[in-house]
């Protein structure tokens, strides 16, 4: 309900020097900030009863969240319904929202879109959003990637950080138009600043991997770190391989070892993949076949074909484990490695087992393919 929050908020400043009749509108909304709902219900109430289209909009806003009254979706839609009639944008906004998802009235993403489009063409900033999300996803409307990108484009004109920061993916991955990253670092900066940790992690990784933008490893690292303070895993993990290799700075492994740790166990398994190839190689850290073979299991049953892969080696060295040539085959074969190196040496694994344990094998692999399909 936050985003209803923000439109009373902005629909009450629309009133400043209205005289008085704003200025009871103003009391009604003090009292909302004072939390004396009942305060403002009544005050908004009289406003709307007298045809105030933003004080009925609000005291739908009311209804639809039981403050100051009891709760009823029912009374929340008719007083957004005149709201709306009168042409009144957040009013359009919040009685789409309802329909679009099914708040006292039967679900209809067809009228959500058209609500939501009048509402938008008005400027409605969260408006604006939920066209350009209807768009992409083809709900209410045809799916359509150039309107979705009009409109989260407009949205993200307004500042809104999401919109910036997917318009950057757009762009970046040249969703429904050509690739562009230097349009997309733009929109990824936007939101960057303004604190959003994706797009912190997105215009790191383009100034660290761009392949048509001006590299900038200095600029990946600042940001890297932006979003290691917010707790990114993904951030961490980026980070811990730009130390692990020494890519614009240092190489320093315990560094990259203590990355990896923090996101591997904050569930990344990428992350769970590389410290436990650390554990492996003891880099960063003493050596133990041990903990490699935890870390490089749990990559490994959440899917992550290098964990798979690597997995199975540690299988056939018998390292943090007893030697399996049959639970090596299998996670070797189920990673499904294009590697032609790695290939050779599956097909070396192949040939220590007997024809049941490769059927066994082969049995597994199609069980667990199932298994992920449901």
């Known amino acids: 309900m936050k985003i209803f929050f923000k439109i009373l908020i902005v629909s009450c400043a629309m009133l400043a ?6 200025q009871t509108f103003q009391e009604s909304f003090d009292a909302f900030g004072r939390k004396d709902y009942a ?7 009289k406003l709307a009863e007298k045809g105030n289209a933003n004080a009925q909009s609000n005291l739908g806003w009311l209804y639809q969240n039981g403050l100051g009254v009891v709760a009823s979706d029912q009374q929340a839609i008719a007083w957004y319904k005149k709201a709306s009639d009168q042409g009144f944008a957040s009013g359009q906004l919040k009685l789409g929202w309802m329909y679009d998802h099914g708040r006292g009235v039967a679900q209809d993403k067809k009228r959500a879109a058209v609500l939501y489009l009048k509402a938008a063409e008005q400027g409605e ?32 004109e307004q500042g809104d950080v999401v919109a910036q920061s997917i318009v ?15 349009l997309a670092a733009s929109w990824y900066l936007k939101a960057a600043t303004q604190g959003d940790v994706a797009a912190q992690v997105n215009l790191a990784y383009l100034y660290g991997n761009g392949k048509n933008f001006t590299r900038d490893h200095q600029k990946a690292l600042y940001w890297y770190n932006k979003a290691v303070e917010q707790n990114s895993k993904e951030a ?8 692990l290799q020494g890519i614009g700075v240092p190489k320093d492994e315990k560094k990259a070892f203590s990355l990896f740790s923090k996101a591997a166990n904050l569930g990344h398994l990428a992350a769970q993949h590389s410290l436990g190839m650390m554990h492996f190689k003891g880099q960063g850290t003493v050596q133990d076949d041990k903990q490699a073979f935890y870390w490089l299991k749990k990559s490994a049953e959440q899917g ?16 943090g484990t007893h030697r399996d040539y049959e639970e090596a ?19 070396s694994i192949e040939k220590q087992l007997t024809t049941q344990q490769r ?16």
């Open 17 to 22: 020097g209205m005289g008085v009749y704003a």
């Open 39 to 45: 305060g403002a219900f009544t005050g908004f109430k």
């Open 125 to 156: 900033l969260d408006a604006q959003f939920l066209m350009g999300e209807m768009y992409a996803r083809g709900e209410g409307v045809a799916k359509d990637e150039q309107r979705s990108l009009y409109w989260y484009t407009k949205a993200a």
């Open 168 to 182: 950057g993916d757009i762009y970046a991955h040249g969703i429904g138009i050509a690739k562009n990253e230097a």
């Open 236 to 243: 961490m993990q980026n980070l811990g391989v730009m130390y």
């Open 304 to 319: 992550y074909p290098d964990g798979m892969y690597n997995l199975g080696t540690l299988h056939a060295l018998g390292r």
């Open 329 to 347: 085959y299998f996670w070797m074969k189920l990673a499904d490695i294009k590697n032609e190196g790695q290939l050779k040496v599956i097909d």
């Open 359 to 374: 059927s066994n094998a082969l049995d597994n692999i199609r069980v667990w393919k199932l298994k992920v399909e449901k």
